[in-house]
């Protein structure tokens, strides 16, 4: 699953998602993005945390007991890796993102073993 509000961000995520023939669902707000992991119960969540409220979406997701053991990369400008990881995400990737960090970090959390 992937939470963003950057076109861009999240096109460039829908390619990466092809070559590795996963399913892939999308939440381009906050607002409906704990209904939609709760419903589908995805294997990982990359969030886009500089979108807004991209920080509380976080807690949320780590707060709720439905979603608190799904495995959540998050991606941003910044270096903020310790403070992700602090809150809960189990990776942190600095954009722009490339395909090799993309699949590790998939692979760091036992999504995938390999394409």
Known sequence: ?????????C???RRYVK?????????YSGEDALALA??????????????????SILRVLKENPVTCKI??????????EKRGIEAGAQKYLRKPI???DYFEALKAVH???DL
């Not at 699953?1 to 961000?9: E, L, P, R, W, Y």
């Not at 495995?71 to 903020?80: F, K, Q, R, S, T």
């Open 98 to 100: 490339l395909f090799e």
């Open 11 to 13: 096109y460039l995520l």
């Open 71 to 80: 495995p959540i990369i998050l991606c941003g400008w910044l270096d903020e």
């Open 111 to 113: 999504v995938i073993s």
């Open 1 to 9: 699953m992937v939470i963003g509000a950057d076109s861009h961000f």
């Open 38 to 55: 709760q419903r589908e119960m995805p294997a990982a969540i990359i969030l886009e945390v500089d979108q807004p409220n991209g920080w």
């Open 19 to 27: 070559k590795s023939e996963r399913k892939i669902v999308f939440s």
